[in-house]
């Protein structure tokens, strides 16, 4: 089967588990949570630099050989698909390369206001107040202020994907991302999934919003993190109130650079 590869990617706590859930709906594609397609192409490229005494041998047109037959024998045989969709906030660093491999392929890039992001992560963490996360290396120390600084460094889970998301959607290869806001799926799914069949060049597909359903397999659990990927049978918005301190809320109000039009010259979809 000649399969068809997208990628989904972003920001966390942005919507891409229940963009997959929903995805997943359709027979003719496959696709899920974050997995470790995107780490391992980060050490195929390593093993395959100079660093490799035997590099002298190694060409180009060899290292896309082997990257672009690791992304597709990964799912070989896993995923019964036309169209497979994988998951990693790094693949937003990859565009040149995902372009060269898969030239057909489309990055949907969830996106979300941080201060909004990293208040989910704190409820998450409040919420499993016996579980120390993954997410801060389980320990089990700190403060709200100590673990947003962690978070939004250029390392942390929402810095680097946040600094990832802008390398894209200013760099020379943006006509291959879009930009899917979390808002736009909770709230009008129909329109955001259209918008997503359209980019990709698919056939509509008459999703379900009322009935969604996703396994994590118990990695939230090992993560000391449950819920971290729950998905919510229902499609819709849920009204509530910060957790967060006002300054550190009031800290990201100018993050969400995507809403200003004169900060796209490249004309990248948002939706």
């Not at 896993?78 to 660093?93: H, L, P, Y």
């Not at 659990?221 to 910060?242: I, N």
Request: glycine share 8%; aromatic share 12%; charged share 20%.
């Amino acid at each position: 089967m000649q399969r068809r590869f997208h990628f989904i990617s972003g920001l966390p706590r942005s919507g891409s588990t229940l963009l997959s859930a929903l995805l997943q709906q359709n027979p003719r594609f496959h696709a899920g949570m974050s997995g470790p397609v995107a780490g391992m192409f980060t050490t195929l490229l390593h093993e395959l630099s100079g660093q490799n005494e035997f590099s002298v041998f190694i060409n180009d047109a060899q290292r896309q050989r082997v990257l672009r037959g690791l992304i597709a024998n990964y799912y070989d045989g896993e995923a019964d698909a036309e169209v497979v969709f994988d998951t990693s906030r790094a693949w937003c660093t990859r565009l040149p390369a995902l372009k060269t491999l898969f030239p057909d392929a489309r990055v949907i890039a969830c996106v979300r206001d941080t201060a909004w992001i990293v208040d989910s992560i704190e409820r998450l963490i409040r919420n499993n107040s016996f579980q120390p996360s993954s997410i801060f290396n389980y320990q089990a120390g700190g403060t709200v202020y100590s673990r947003v600084e962690g978070l939004v460094n250029g390392d942390g889970m929402v810095g680097y994907a946040y600094n990832a998301l802008k390398e894209a959607y200013f760099g020379g290869d943006a006509g291959n991302l879009m930009l899917l806001q979390y808002d736009t799926l909770v709230n009008d799914p129909a329109r955001a999934l259209a918008a997503v069949y359209d980019f990709i060049g698919e056939p509509a597909f008459a999703h379900d919003f009322e009935h969604v359903s996703f396994d994590d397999q118990g990695f939230d659990q090992r993560a000391g993190t449950p819920g971290l990927h729950h998905v919510r049978p229902r499609v819709g918005a849920t009204a509530r109130q910060s957790i967060l301190p006002p300054d550190l809320f009031r800290r990201f109000e100018n993050d969400p650079f995507w809403r200003d039009p004169q900060l796209n010259p490249r004309g990248v979809r948002i939706v």
